[in-house]
T-cell receptor, first 113, second 115 residues
Framework: GEDVEQSLFLSVREGDSSVINCTYT??????LYWYKQEPGAGLQLLTY?????DMKQDQRLTVLLNKKDKHLSLRIADTQTGDSAIYFC?????????????FGSGTRLSIRP | ETGVTQTPRHLVMGMTNKKSLKCEQH?????MYWYKQSAKKPLELMFV???????ENNSVPSRFSPECPNSSHLFLHLHTLQPEDSALYLC??????????????FGPGTRLTVL
């Protein structure tokens, strides 16, 4: 089946690390993504990881993939107020003649002073 | 700026109105998508076009009618909508349908309110 699950809310203190978790069910996905949606804005592709990788680091962002457990996480180091947003986990599947993205419900990240 | 633009950004319409949403991509992509984002629900794929041909209709009611005149433009024609159709409508595009190589790039969305 096609299902991507995330917890709905996460609250962290400014300067701490944020870890957003995601689980997916379709083992045929080859790319997994993290999107960010700020209030009133559309989706922004934040980072992605190919399924044969375990980890990808990009500045303050670290993506960890456990393919055996179908678990994906996004770690944001030194979380800032500008990181407040909804973060969507998504997986890329193939169907018909175009790709399909399956999204989770999103995790709302809020920052405490 | 992702290279995908949508107009209008906000739209308020009555249930008897007819309106259209427009999406344009400047990325040279061949596939375009309409998504619906409602409160408290996962993002829902509505329609997919690849090389101007519709390849997927995800059981969308006929009051939503897509049109893709060329690979750069995508429209969503709306008529006799219901209040529960109020949502953020997102357009996306991707280069090809190749498995594992096709990242979708999203526009800013149109916030639709149906009164």
């Amino acid at each position: 089946g096609e299902d991507v699950e995330q917890s709905l809310f996460l609250s962290v203190r400014e300067g701490d690390s944020s870890v957003i978790n995601c689980t997916y069910t379709d083992s045929s996905s080859t790319y997994l993504y993290w999107y960010k949606q700020e209030p009133g804005a559309g989706l922004q592709l934040l980072t992605y990881i190919f399924s044969n990788m375990d980890m990808k680091q990009d500045q303050r962002l670290t993506v960890l993939l456990n393919k055996k457990d179908k678990h994906l996480s996004l770690r944001i180091a030194d979380t800032q107020t500008g990181d407040s947003a909804i973060y969507f986990c998504a997986e890329n599947l193939q169907y018909s003649s175009a790709s399909k993205i399956i999204f989770g419900s999103g995790t709302r990240l809020s920052i405490r002073p | 700026e992702t290279g995908v633009t949508q107009t209008p950004r906000h739209l308020v319409m009555g249930m008897t109105n007819k309106k259209s949403l427009k999406c344009e991509q400047h990325l040279g992509h061949n596939a375009m998508y309409w998504y619906k984002q409602s409160a408290k629900k996962p993002l829902e794929l509505m329609f997919v076009y690849n090389f101007k041909e519709q390849t997927e209709n995800n059981s969308v009611p006929s009051r939503f009618s897509p049109e893709c005149p060329n690979s750069s433009h995508l429209f969503l024609h709306l008529h006799t909508l219901q209040p529960e159709d109020s949502a953020l409508y997102l357009c996306a595009s991707s280069l090809t349908g190749e498995l594992g190589k096709d990242t979708q790039y999203f526009g800013p969305g149109t916030r639709l309110t149906v009164l």
